[in-house]
């Protein structure tokens, strides 16, 4: 094995691993703050939000079939549609819209 990859995987595995074990060894009582709370709930689907919505409306050559595509994925998701019907409904708005 290369010891430049190593270097490489050992660095990621510690930048990986030390968010997730430091907030374990301090924060030791529960948190009780509502917001800390809300905040520490609402993080991931904030994050998710930021890292795809950029690819949604670059995935196809037309930005406004992945316009149309990601209002229809927004509207059946709020309808608590399935996330594979969300999915696949997107990506047929998209597609017909694409045609036009």
Request: charged share 5%.
């Given at each position: 094995?290369n ?6 995987v ?15 060894t ?75």
């Amino acid at each position: 094995m290369n010891m430049y990859l190593f270097v490489c995987v050992l660095v990621m595995a510690i930048c990986t691993y030390l968010p997730r074990m430091l907030p374990l060894t301090f924060f030791r009582k529960e948190i009780t703050s509502p917001f800390i709370q809300s905040l520490l709930f609402y993080v991931p689907y904030a994050v998710l939000s930021a890292l795809t919505f950029p690819s949604i409306l670059y995935a196809t050559n037309n930005i406004y079939s992945a316009i149309v595509g990601c209002i229809v994925a927004i509207y059946f998701a709020y309808k608590d549609k399935g996330l594979v019907f969300v999915a696949i409904v997107a990506m047929l708005s998209s597609y017909v819209v694409s045609l036009l």
